[in-house]
């Protein structure tokens, strides 16, 4: 892991959970009618640059019980500082963990904007005739992993034209992601 990705500041955990819960129910200047909108609460991890030490079963969101023993074959502790470090430094793809969080802004910008095209396609309505019926909503947080790559906790919702106060006005089943 590069420096920079080790000094990766602590996910603000209790912000992302108001932000997002904001975003699936309402709240704090969000309308508590958006939880009558279509909605996905979506997480976006990078890719895997080389295994890492990890407490497997011990996720944050896979509360799931585990082996706990990770591939070096010790059960590492919460805070292990290991947690998150290259198994193999020499084969570790720092190159591509380091382009991976330069260009993670980017990539979730392209999401976007073709999720937008989709979901319109879906509709069966040309771009500029689906603003007429319903807004495609992005809230998103960015955290950083243990091993130092930015992903992406969002909710995506389907508003009125004008935004999380209206309904999209025609209602329609969640998009298929
Ligand atoms: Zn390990």
Redesign the pocket.
Known sequence: MSPAARRAPKPYRRDTYHLITAGLVGGKGTPETVSAHPRVFATFTAPGFGPI?NRPGFGPIHNRPGSGT???G?T?PADDP?LGSP?DPERYDYEGAVLWNAHAGKLWARFTIHLRREIAKLAGLSQRAFKDVARVSFGKVAEYQKRGAIHFHAVIRLDGPEGGDTPPRQPGRPPTF
């Open positions: 030490h990770c591939r070096c010790s590492h290991l198994l």
